[in-house]
Protein backbone atom coordinates (compact mmCIF):
# COMPACT_ATOMS: atom_id res chain seq x y z
CA UNK A 1 0.00 0.00 0.00
CA UNK A 2 1.29 3.43 -1.38
CA UNK A 3 0.79 6.93 0.97
CA UNK A 4 1.01 9.86 0.40
CA UNK A 5 1.33 12.59 1.91
CA UNK A 6 0.64 16.43 1.22
CA UNK A 7 2.14 19.46 2.50
CA UNK A 8 1.97 23.21 1.87
CA UNK A 9 -0.84 24.43 1.94
CA UNK A 10 -1.92 27.75 3.33
CA UNK A 11 -3.82 31.03 3.26
CA UNK A 12 -2.49 33.60 0.37
CA UNK A 13 -3.78 36.66 -0.92
CA UNK A 14 -5.08 36.73 -4.15
CA UNK A 15 -1.86 37.01 -6.74
CA UNK A 16 0.08 35.15 -4.26
CA UNK A 17 2.18 31.76 -4.36
CA UNK A 18 2.41 28.51 -2.65
CA UNK A 19 3.82 25.27 -3.58
CA UNK A 20 2.75 21.91 -2.14
CA UNK A 21 4.34 18.62 -2.11
CA UNK A 22 3.80 14.82 -1.84
CA UNK A 23 5.77 12.34 -0.43
CA UNK A 24 4.75 9.01 -1.55
CA UNK A 25 5.98 5.99 0.66
CA UNK A 26 4.56 2.59 2.15
CA UNK A 27 7.26 0.65 -0.35
CA UNK A 28 8.55 1.56 -3.88
CA UNK A 29 6.50 3.17 -5.70
CA UNK A 30 6.69 1.88 -9.03
CA UNK A 31 3.50 3.51 -10.64
CA UNK A 32 3.61 5.99 -14.10
CA UNK A 33 1.09 8.46 -13.01
CA UNK A 34 0.79 11.40 -10.07
CA UNK A 35 -1.38 14.14 -10.33
CA UNK A 36 -2.80 17.04 -8.28
CA UNK A 37 -6.58 17.25 -7.77
CA UNK A 38 -8.83 19.86 -6.26
CA UNK A 39 -12.29 19.72 -4.33
CA UNK A 40 -14.13 22.88 -3.20
CA UNK A 41 -17.10 23.30 -1.05
CA UNK A 42 -20.41 21.50 -2.87
CA UNK A 43 -18.14 20.94 -6.26
CA UNK A 44 -16.90 17.75 -7.48
CA UNK A 45 -13.48 16.92 -7.30
CA UNK A 46 -11.39 18.13 -10.63
CA UNK A 47 -8.04 17.00 -12.13
CA UNK A 48 -5.71 19.99 -11.95
CA UNK A 49 -2.28 18.64 -13.37
CA UNK A 50 -0.75 15.65 -13.86
CA UNK A 51 2.88 14.36 -14.73
CA UNK A 52 4.45 11.21 -15.83
CA UNK A 53 7.08 9.57 -13.71
CA UNK A 54 9.19 8.04 -16.56
CA UNK A 55 10.08 11.77 -18.57
CA UNK A 56 8.62 14.25 -17.00
CA UNK A 57 5.59 14.91 -19.82
CA UNK A 58 2.66 16.91 -17.96
CA UNK A 59 -1.10 18.00 -18.03
CA UNK A 60 -2.56 20.80 -16.59
CA UNK A 61 -5.90 21.91 -16.80
CA UNK A 62 -7.50 24.79 -19.00
CA UNK A 63 -8.30 26.69 -15.85
CA UNK A 64 -4.37 26.69 -13.87
CA UNK A 65 -2.25 26.56 -17.61
CA UNK A 66 0.18 29.15 -17.18
CA UNK A 67 0.03 29.48 -13.44
CA UNK A 68 0.89 26.08 -11.74
CA UNK A 69 3.69 24.20 -12.65
CA UNK A 70 3.60 19.92 -11.79
CA UNK A 71 7.57 18.71 -11.46
CA UNK A 72 8.97 15.92 -9.55
CA UNK A 73 11.98 14.33 -7.84
CA UNK A 74 11.93 10.65 -8.37
CA UNK A 75 15.21 9.84 -6.17
CA UNK A 76 12.93 11.46 -3.00
CA UNK A 77 9.42 9.78 -4.47
CA UNK A 78 8.35 13.37 -4.25
CA UNK A 79 5.52 15.74 -6.33
CA UNK A 80 5.30 18.95 -6.37
CA UNK A 81 2.56 21.40 -7.58
CA UNK A 82 4.07 24.92 -7.59
CA UNK A 83 0.82 27.19 -7.26
CA UNK A 84 1.47 31.70 -8.72
CA UNK A 85 -0.55 33.98 -9.45
CA UNK A 86 -3.41 32.58 -7.00
CA UNK A 87 -6.92 33.38 -7.33
CA UNK A 88 -9.93 33.40 -4.93
CA UNK A 89 -11.05 30.33 -7.19
CA UNK A 90 -8.61 28.37 -6.53
CA UNK A 91 -9.58 28.09 -2.87
CA UNK A 92 -10.09 23.92 -2.28
CA UNK A 93 -9.00 21.16 -0.66
CA UNK A 94 -5.63 20.23 -2.42
CA UNK A 95 -5.24 15.66 -2.89
CA UNK A 96 -2.31 14.16 -4.59
CA UNK A 97 -3.02 10.84 -6.21
CA UNK A 98 -0.52 8.16 -8.07
CA UNK A 99 -2.01 5.22 -9.57
CA UNK A 100 -2.67 1.92 -8.35
CA UNK A 101 -2.43 -1.97 -9.42
CA UNK A 102 -3.84 -0.79 -12.30
CA UNK A 103 -1.72 1.71 -14.16
CA UNK A 104 -3.19 4.61 -15.79
CA UNK A 105 -1.71 5.36 -19.35
CA UNK A 106 0.54 7.93 -20.65
CA UNK A 107 -2.39 9.06 -23.00
CA UNK A 108 -5.00 9.15 -20.06
CA UNK A 109 -2.40 10.25 -17.83
CA UNK A 110 -0.66 13.83 -19.30
CA UNK A 111 -2.66 14.02 -23.04
CA UNK A 112 -6.65 13.59 -21.49
CA UNK A 113 -5.93 14.13 -18.50
CA UNK A 114 -6.90 10.70 -15.95
CA UNK A 115 -10.10 11.22 -13.81
CA UNK A 116 -10.19 10.46 -10.61
CA UNK A 117 -11.40 7.25 -10.17
CA UNK A 118 -8.52 6.04 -12.26
CA UNK A 119 -6.38 6.52 -9.74
CA UNK A 120 -5.54 3.78 -7.33
CA UNK A 121 -3.77 5.90 -4.26
CA UNK A 122 -4.63 9.33 -2.73
CA UNK A 123 -3.31 11.61 0.30
CA UNK A 124 -5.43 12.94 2.49
CA UNK A 125 -5.59 16.50 1.39
CA UNK A 126 -4.15 20.09 2.06
CA UNK A 127 -5.79 23.04 2.65
CA UNK A 128 -5.77 26.18 0.05
CA UNK A 129 -7.34 29.19 0.52
CA UNK A 130 -7.43 32.68 -1.39
CA UNK A 131 -8.54 35.78 -0.39
CA UNK A 132 -8.70 38.84 -2.85
Known amino acids: QVQLVESGGGSVQAGGSLRLSCVASGYTYRGNCMGWFRQAPGKEREGVAA????????YYADSVKGRFTISQDNAKNTVYLQMDSLKPEDTAMYYC?????????????????????????WGQGTQVTVSS
Open 51 to 58: IWRGGGST
Open 97 to 121: AADGWISIAFDQCVVHGASAYEYGN
